[in-house]
T-cell receptor, first 117, second 112 residues
Framework: AQTVTQSQPEMSVQEAETVTLSCTYD???????LFWYKQPPSRQMILVIR??????QNATENRFSVNFQKAAKSFSLKISDSQLGDAAMYFC??????????????FGTGTRLKVLA | NAGVTQTPKFQVLKTGQSMTLQCAQD?????MSWYRQDPGMGLRLIHY???????DQGEVPNGYNVSRSTTEDFPLRLLSAAPSQTSVYFC???????????FGSGTRLTVV
């Protein structure tokens, strides 16, 4: 069964510094999608970045980038030049093929990121 | 603004009461889902729909019903509320399988 593991319940980073949030997953599929979501205190879940498994190039969205290691089944999120507004809960998610032509998403348990002024 | 609208934002129920959590999206997304979020457990899928008239169970469907009579609306019904259903509920929609979800702002439900 596919699983998503976020081993860091909480991380802290100094403002303007760089932080990396880790995510590992388990799958036997070769083609899949991975996502990082941000949940600020407002509770709204916001899509930060997505990665297609068949693409070797790591996805980047402004200050957010991923380090996708397919063989190691690792999908870490790097936040550069951290800002106070980056403080949130971050969820890693894997898109799973149900085998009936539809897909389900499996979420990790989240990493709470604190940004220190 | 386009997006996913959930109502209510907060609700307190007594054990045994029933209620419906509303969810509407105006992006013409085919796929809609309901998740619950509990501390230390991430998001767990309750029910989902791949289009109007089509629904299916997720990993924690017991105690919940859904229907999808239109593309826009996907209400979640609690049949007989139990304290174990105390949680934050998120409705989400997406365009296709290759895109991430757009989430609503959540409903915090407390069952006493």
């Amino acid at each position: 069964a596919q699983t998503v593991t976020q081993s860091q319940p909480e991380m802290s980073v100094q403002e303007a510094e760089t932080v990396t949030l880790s995510c590992t997953y388990d799958t036997s599929e070769s083609d899949y999608y991975l996502f990082w979501y941000k949940q600020p205190p407002s509770r709204q879940m916001i899509l930060v970045i997505r990665q297609e498994a068949y693409k070797q190039q790591n996805a980047t969205e402004n200050r957010f980038s991923v380090n996708f290691q397919k063989a190691a089944k690792s999908f870490s999120l790097k936040i550069s030049d951290s800002q106070l507004g980056d403080a949130a809960m971050y969820f890693c998610a894997y898109r799973r093929n149900t085998g009936s032509g539809t897909y389900k998403y499996i979420f990790g348990t989240g990493t709470r990121l604190k940004v220190l002024a | 603004n386009a997006g996913v609208t959930q109502t209510p934002k907060f609700q307190v129920l007594k054990t045994g009461q029933s209620m419906t959590l509303q969810c509407a999206q105006d992006m013409n997304h085919e796929y809609m889902s309901w998740y619950r979020q509990d501390p230390g457990m991430g998001l767990r899928l309750i029910h989902y729909s791949v289009g109007a008239g089509i629904t299916d169970q997720g990993e924690v469907p017991n105690g919940y019903n859904v229907s999808r009579s239109t593309t826009e609306d996907f209400p979640l019904r609690l049949l007989s509320a139990a304290p174990s259903q105390t949680s934050v509920y998120f409705c989400a929609s997406r365009m296709t399988d290759n895109y991430g979800y757009t989430f609503g702002s959540g409903t915090r439900l407390t069952v006493v």
